[in-house]
């Protein structure tokens, strides 16, 4: 064969070579393209009755701000840290739990306080997940949100039932219902635990105290924080209250009513030694035998909102209605 020939051949066989690499890079490209068309197609889309309101999810959502510490936290319990962009509300917050608080600190703060409507627009979310206190005519507007491609899941619970659904759906949207299912669960065991150990144990009277003024700021009968103390074998002695989840009441009535012991929150201002001296000096609440014994149980007010604290809240609340029975 000459070199004529030779060259032809040679020639042919790199062009075969070209197009059986052009055709696996095509049919590999086409692959990867296929590979995540079916993983879109495959997000089911989900329908929640948010407390009235219907959210629909039809894509697992990037960009997530948990608005209220209780709703990052749960968050971070649920392993799903990484999805979140900005929180608000540490300003009621005396920090996560231990087991959480490196995940925490990561997680960028929106605002300190209450998010803000341009803090929320311009984030770049595609989800919320938020405690009710930021929405409404003096917070944030869902509608809005909606109009911009923000959903928001509103966190509203009043029943330990509906916390656990929250929990549920929020496994749902982020395709993790084994977690969900897991945490749940392991709650309603400690809470059994806690009811069990206290089961032959008298009621004890509780008042809520907040924080105090013109009289003291506490919660009320539907508030979420009174079905915590129930579980925990207390009752709320100012439960029949049903109009509103928290409530101001005169000195002189908690008098009246004789609390067995005081819960006191403890956020950032006041601190939790003004609120103590307060109580301490006050010419009402320093005639209570509670008081003048001390009869405090000191909880931080992320503890008694809905979220993944409620089976810690219940062995909180319980040793110190109890303390004999968890020496």
Known sequence: MGNKEKKVVFSVIMLLVVLSGCSIASSSNNSA??????????????????????VKVTDKP??????????????IALGLSDYIIGNSLDNHSRGALPEYEEDYAKIPELTY?????????????DFIYGIDWEFGE???DV?????????????????????????????KI????????????????????????????????VLVYDSGGEGVFTASGTNFETLLIEYAGGTNIFDEITDKQWTTV????????????????????????????????DPVLSQLE??????????????????????YTVETLAKGFYPELFK
């Open 138 to 140: 003096e917070g944030l």
């Open 33 to 54: 393209i296929k590979e995540e068309a079916q993983s879109l197609s495959e997000y089911e889309e989900l329908t929640f009755d948010n407390y009235g309101r219907e």
């Open 250 to 281: 005169s000195y002189e009535e908690v008098l009246v009513r004789q609390p067995d012991v005081l819960v006191i929150h403890d956020y950032d201002a006041p601190s939790l030694e003004k609120k103590i001296d307060d109580i301490k000096n």
């Open 62 to 75: 990037k960009k997530v701000l948990t608005l209220g510490p209780n709703t990052t936290e749960l968050f």
């Open 174 to 205: 982020f395709e993790i219902e084994q977690v969900a299912e897991k945490f749940v669960a392991n709650q309603k065991t400690r809470i059994a635990a806690v009811q069990e150990k206290i089961s032959t144990q008298d009621p004890v009277n």
């Open 113 to 125: 306080g209450s998010a803000t409507r341009e803090a929320v627009i311009t984030s770049g979310a």
């Open 143 to 171: 509608e809005e949100l909606s109009s911009l491609g923000i959903i928001t899941y509103i966190s509203r619970a009043t029943t330990i039932e509906q916390i656990y659904q929250e929990i549920l759906d929020i496994g």
């Open 290 to 311: 509670s008081v003048k014994k001390e009869n405090f149980v000191v909880i931080s007010l992320e503890s008694v909102l809905p979220g993944n604290r409620m089976a």
